[in-house]
């Protein structure tokens, strides 16, 4: 058996998500493996000292309702600053757009290739 496909089969072993089937598939092989039960059983050992790590953090404090309001108004703040972005944005680059036109990588554009099937960077047309 590949070492990947014997990896991916102890971990959903050790996790308890194989179906019975192949579960008992897999002890048969353990039996005859000794190495192969020894993986087995250090992932077992590295599940189940996981899981006690997860199960010794404290649960997170209940959102109160101040600490919903002050969330609710730093989202509004990103929202309004995203915003003002958007808006100012266009009529800034409308004043950089000469220096722009002149600058060597504004003569390439990227352009859909159907023959290959892929995008490309190509020399524009048109270019200044």
């Known amino acids: ?3 990947e496909y014997l990896d991916a089969l102890l971990i959903d072993r050790a996790l308890g998500e194989l179906p019975a089937e192949v579960g008992e598939l897999l002890e048969a092989y353990l039996e005859h493996e ?5 993986a087995a059983d250090s992932w077992e050992r590295f599940v ?4 006690a790590a997860v199960r010794a953090i404290p ?3 209940a959102r109160t309702a101040r600490g919903a309001r002050r969330l609710a108004a730093c989202a ?4 309004l600053a995203i915003a003002a972005l958007a808006a100012w944005g266009p009529w ?3 004043d950089r757009t000469p220096a722009v036109r002149g600058a060597v990588w504004a003569a390439y554009e990227v352009s ?8 490309a960077i190509v020399e524009r047309r048109n270019a200044p």
């Open 1 to 3: 058996m590949k070492p």
């Open 59 to 61: 649960p997170a404090p």
């Open 92 to 94: 800034k680059l409308r």
């Open 112 to 119: 859909y290739d159907p023959v290959a099937g892929g995008f």
């Open 34 to 38: 000794p190495s192969a039960r020894a």
């Open 76 to 79: 509004a703040a990103v929202a």
């Open 48 to 51: 189940a000292e996981a899981g």
